[in-house]
């Protein structure tokens, strides 16, 4: 599907979009503290969550229908647009009934075609700003289709947010970024807005400025973080919550370059650079269709002497040399075990077309 989309704030916005305030509206003195921190920082959006999804019961769920009067004096006293996140149809009545500017769709609602298409048919004929979180679990395809709802229910003023994916295990990340989600989806819709929810990927402060940085130097068009005034008492999301004022450190810290150039100097170069790539790409394939063919052979001779495909003490010898050989070459230890499952999996599928034809 081809998205025609309006600019999502009317004139356009300067890069990169910011939309910033609490995890939660935990006290109107909580939301204008905020708020008073974040005006002259020019935020394009004020956020707070008046509805909170929790992953386990016993923790604060939010304020409710209580918050919103809140932001609206926000909105009111600075001159803010406001944002909330939407769950349902009632949370979005409510919200557009108290002055809310745009919402968003959580990670944990997009993950339910139910719950996107409530809101999609309760959005019709409006002309509002939709901000779609992507899916807690890695599936391109429930992210799109929330996307595709909302856009069928007649909302041209869209963004979608990068909060990254929860998986099971220790992670330096509280949500794994996984960039080349994002990365096909504006592959597949090069003018839809995206911004990083660096707060939510990082879980925890210091690594904010990384994940906001990697996201501009991706050419993003903007930032969602959680901005409180007094962290450490922040009632959800605490160690992820930065002041105001260490939030305008970060956006100056941040390094803003160019999307493109016109500067022939600069092509020429790009151009060499990337043909080099290219051809690189090309070698490589050349070599992954030949070690195919080789384990193909394999395939073969294991058929005729009645040998099964996985051996386990093989595989492990090739992972660990691999892992040194990548090591030298300045490889990550993520990235060889990765293409190597990669490959050992592509290898047994030959493999076992041979076995079994
Ligand atoms: C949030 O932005 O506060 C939030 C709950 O985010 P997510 O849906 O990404 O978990
Ligand atoms: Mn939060």
């Not at 300067?14 to 935990?26: D, H, I, M, N, T």
């Not at 947010?161 to 096909?184: C, D, F, T």
């Not at 999307?259 to 394939?285: A, G, H, Y």
């Not at 195919?292 to 051996?311: C, P, S, T």
């Amino acid at each position: 599907m081809k998205l025609k989309l309006k600019p999502l704030v009317e004139g356009g916005f300067k890069r990169p979009l910011l939309v910033a305030g609490p995890c939660s509206a935990e006290t109107e003195e909580q939301l204008l503290a905020a708020a008073e921190g974040l005006a002259p920082l020019e935020i394009d959006f004020f956020r707070a969550g008046v509805w909170k999804p929790r992953t386990r019961p016993g923790n604060f769920e939010g304020a409710g229908i209580s918050a919103l009067p809140w932001l609206r004096k926000v909105k009111e006293r600075y001159g803010l647009k406001i944002i909330t996140e939407v769950a349902n149809k009632e949370h979005l009545f409510q919200a557009l009934k108290n002055g809310v500017d745009a919402v968003w769709i959580g990670a944990r609602t997009t993950v339910n075609p139910f719950s996107v298409q409530e809101i999609a048919d309760a959005l019709q004929g409006l002309d509002l700003p939709v901000f779609i979180k992507n899916p807690i679990n890695p599936d391109l395809n429930l992210w799109i289709g929330a996307i595709e709802r909302i856009y069928k229910a007649g909302i041209r003023r869209l963004a979608v947010v990068h909060r990254g994916y929860s998986a099971h295990g220790a992670s330096k990340y509280r949500n794994k970024p996984l960039w080349q989600m994002p990365i096909e989806l504006k592959r597949r819709f090069p003018d839809l807005p995206i911004l990083v929810d660096n707060s939510h990927i990082c879980g925890e402060r210091s690594g904010l400025l990384a994940v906001a940085q990697k996201a501009m130097d991706l050419n993003y068009d903007g930032l969602m973080t959680e901005v409180h005034p007094d962290p450490d008492r922040a009632w959800s999301d605490k160690a992820q919550q930065i002041s105001p004022s260490s939030f305008a450190e970060l956006l100056s810290a941040l390094v803003l370059r160019a999307p493109s150039s016109t500067d022939e100097r600069f092509q020429t170069k790009l151009e060499q650079l990337r043909t080099e790539i290219d051809e690189i790409d090309e070698q490589l394939l050349d070599l992954l269709g030949r070690r195919m063919q080789v384990a193909e052979q394999i395939g073969r001779y294991k058929k005729e002497n009645g040998i099964a495909i996985l051996q386990t003490h093989r595989w492990n010898i090739i992972l660990q040399k691999a892992q040194q050989m990548g090591l030298e070459r300045g490889l990550s230890k993520e990235f060889v075990e990765a293409y190597l499952h990669a490959i050992h999996e592509e290898s047994i599928n030959h493999q076992t077309k041979v076995m079994n034809p």
